[in-house]
């Protein structure tokens, strides 16, 4: 498998496994965190009958429109709990619509009328009526309808609401919109996510408000941590998983009278064979700098070294020394096929394809083109058409045992599953000593609740990678993670994935999955260490904004949990409830 496709399935596997079980584990975690990270937001559509309420309100419509009342979700916009005051002193209830249709002199003069209300019942010592939050929850409610609306003036009037009621969460939802548009956005999501927790996830809007807000600031956070960040290597396992995709090649023949750059370069293609990326990068990049004498020899560094700039998200860089490569060698297929996945990592599919018609119109008998096509492919989901790519790399070169792999896969998400699980079982018998087919067998298998002929799989892959100087760990994270699902074992699974990390300490698969299982036990410190891990590790803002989103849904539901200690216990009432 490409490492892209590898790494993405692994991460995927281990950050939303929490949300493949949402009934069991969604709220029951948050009853006592109030942190399943990054999946608050996913509770309002998971949860039987949240949508019913949008449902039923649109069928109470007739023909004209109806007043908003206090049972409405978004209404009224003021004065939703009413002071004991005679009939004759009460302030005018405004809708939303009736406000939008105020021109400004208008809006600042009902601010206005509020606020001296306000001063007025102060001056009386009528105390209570000038303290009640429903009248700073009105005012901010004018303020923020103001053309420009004042948006710190309503963060101070809900501020004020919320000292005097803190579950007030009418003020929570004005003062989470304004904070998001004063681009406060930390405070916004704890306001946002208070609010989604205290409506109980019925608040579609509320919900949908903390996905927002998340994505803007974890993109905030990621860009500015990328313009500042080095280019760095990945895991040694996410690097292995990308030269293992391609067959093994022959090092290019030196020139008689070789230059320094020549044997560099060969030193550069030995590292890499031996498994040395850091050294390999090293040795391409002096190589380039003292001049290598012939073409074929150049456009072979330019690969290894656009390789390298790809696997650390130098996308613009790898693309320009793929491109240099082919124009010494138009017909160098590997270079090519990197190339189409360049353009795939922009978002180019026509660029991509055309990469794949270039290589085969040059090699057309070389399997590669038509293995890593049919990856593309496999991720764009169009899987039957993947599948003929795989079995056609197969039937040039069977010798390569991810084409077997990945057709299995490919068969299984088009929904043929005794055929993918027959050709995993032919897989095995003719590797029998690759691990690769015992563990994505496993994974099939785990996808069946088959836990534990899955577990015996990854045990048998992970031993037989033990004898390899350096093990690939991913067997291990599975194993972890089908030890949770089957017997929610959650020592166990933190047991594989820390021995993991004892192997490769950067593996970002068991990062991942030790942060989610933090989460399971409400350690939400441990959970947030481990989204930083995440951070550090992510090879791309896309990676890296994903790592940073769980990290701050956490962070707010945890911020929750500190301000509104007494909700635990009700929390773990609606758990029951969905139980």
């Known amino acids: ?16 496994f929490v949300a493949e079980n949402k009934r069991a584990v969604l709220i029951g975690s948050a009853a006592a965190a109030l942190a399943v990270g990054g999946a608050l937001y996913f509770a309002s559509t998971s949860r039987p009958g949240a949508h019913d309420v949008e449902k039923g309100a649109k069928k109470g419509k007739k023909g004209g429109k109806k007043r908003k009342t206090v049972k409405d979700k978004d209404g009224p916009i003021l004065e939703e709990r009413k002071p004991k005051a005679a009939p004759e002193e009460e302030l005018k209830v405004y809708t939303t619509e009736e406000i939008a249709a105020m021109s ?60 005097l009621d803190p579950k007030y969460v009418k003020a929570l939802n004005r003062r989470a919109t304004a904070l998001e548009a004063l681009e406060r956005y930390r405070e916004a999501l704890r306001d946002f996510t208070a609010a989604t927790i205290l ?24 860009a500015e941590i990328m313009k500042n960040r080095q280019p760095r290597l990945p895991s040694f396992t996410f690097i292995s998983a990308y030269f293992a995709a391609f067959r093994p090649r022959a090092h290019p023949t030196l020139p008689e009278e070789p230059s320094t750059g020549d044997n560099t370069l060969l030193l550069a293609l030995q590292a890499t064979e031996a498994a040395d990326y850091t050294h390999a990068v090293t040795f391409v990049n002096e190589a380039l700098e003292q001049g290598i ?76 083109i038509y293995y890593h096509r049919g990856q593309v492919l496999f991720i764009m989901s169009d899987f039957m058409e993947a599948s003929k790519n795989y079995t056609k790399s197969t039937e040039i070169d069977d010798q390569f045992v991810f084409s077997h792999i990945q057709n299995a896969v490919a068969e299984y998400k088009a929904g043929n599953v005794a055929h993918s ?18 563990n994505y067998y496993g994974e099939l298998l785990m996808d069946q ?37 089957w017997k929610q074992d959650i020592g166990a699974a933190e047991s594989c994935c ?82």
């Open 421 to 438: 699980m027959a050709i995993f079982r032919r897989t095995l018998v003719a590797f029998p000593q690759r691990s690769e087919p015992h």
């Open 1 to 16: 498998m490409s490492s892209s496709e590898t790494s993405a399935g692994f991460l995927e596997k281990a950050q939303t």
């Open 293 to 368: 004498s012939w073409d074929t020899g150049k456009a072979e560094a330019l690969n290894l070294r656009g390789t390298f700039k790809f696997l650390m998200g130098v996308i613009d860089g790898a693309k320009a020394d793929l491109e240099e490569s082919l124009k010494l060698v138009p017909s160098f297929t590997q270079s090519l096929v990197k190339l189409a996945s360049v353009h795939m990592e922009q978002g180019d599919p026509k660029s991509t394809f055309e990469c794949f018609e270039r290589a085969i119109q040059f090699n057309p008998n070389d399997p590669d």
């Open 498 to 579: 820390a021995e993991a990390l004892q192997i490769d300490s950067e593996c970002e698969a068991a990062v991942a999955t030790l942060a989610q299982l933090s989460l399971q036990q409400s350690k939400v410190d441990r959970a947030v260490e481990m989204f930083d891990r995440q951070a550090e590790l992510a090879r791309s803002e896309p990676e890296l904004m994903n790592a940073l989103t769980y990290k701050y849904a956490a962070l707010a539901q945890s911020e929750f949990a500190k301000n509104y200690p007494a909700m635990a216990a009700e929390m773990q009432a609606m758990a029951a409830s969905m139980a």
């Open 104 to 163: 400004s002199e208008e809006r600042q003069k009902v601010a206005n009328s509020f606020k001296a209300r306000g001063n007025s019942a102060y001056q009386a010592r009528e105390f209570a009526k000038a303290s009640e939050p429903v009248y700073y929850s009105n005012r901010a409610a004018c303020y923020i309808n103001l053309s420009p609306p004042k948006y710190e003036e309503v963060v101070a009037d809900c501020d004020e609401a919320l000292r």
């Open 199 to 222: 409506d109980k996830f019925q608040n579609q809007s509320a919900a949908t408000s903390v996905e927002r807000v998340l994505k803007k600031l974890s993109a905030l956070q990621a």
């Open 449 to 485: 609740q088959r836990f534990e002929e899955a577990v015996e799989k990854f045990d048998k892959a992970f031993e037989l990678e033990k004898s390899k100087r350096s093990p690939n760990v991913l067997p291990l994270v599975n194993k972890g993670l089908a030890l949770y699902q």
